[in-house]
């Protein structure tokens, strides 16, 4: 099991920037691929991005890449996303997700934090 916490969500203007961070507890942190997902008002949960259990791959969906840069820090038991030029179509509720392998379906999820982007 692990368990996962998000935080560093809130209301910036569009350009601006946000670093949302997630701490994991539970099984070692090492282990886990880890993503971040959202969910826009009214639609499905999509993809953000992803990271491999050292850091060493990186995927990103076509809308964010460039803007968005997905991290870990494994001594801290953290994942972050740096999210820059912020769009208001980046509206959105934002979950952290664990897996042993990087995934789009992953077994391990946060409860979610809220950003939205105004213009």
């Known amino acids: 099991q692990v368990q996962l916490v998000e935080s560093g969500g809130g209301l910036v203007q569009a350009g601006g920037s946000l670093r949302l961070s997630c701490v994991a507890s539970g099984r070692a942190f090492s282990e886990y691929a880890m993503g971040w997902f959202r969910q826009p008002p009214g639609k499905l949960r999509e993809f953000v991005a992803a990271?491999?259990?050292?850091?060493?791959?990186?995927h990103y969906s076509d809308s964010v890449k460039g803007r968005f840069t997905i991290s870990r820090d494994n001594a801290e038991n953290t994942v972050y996303l740096q999210m820059n030029s912020l769009k208001p179509e980046d509206t959105a509720v934002y979950f952290c997700?664990?897996?042993?392998?990087?995934?789009?379906?992953?077994?391990?999820w946060g409860q979610g934090t809220q950003v939205t982007v105004s213009s």
């Open positions: 990271i491999n259990w050292n850091g060493v791959n990186t």
């Open positions: 997700a664990a897996d042993r392998v990087v995934t789009t379906t992953p077994d391990y």
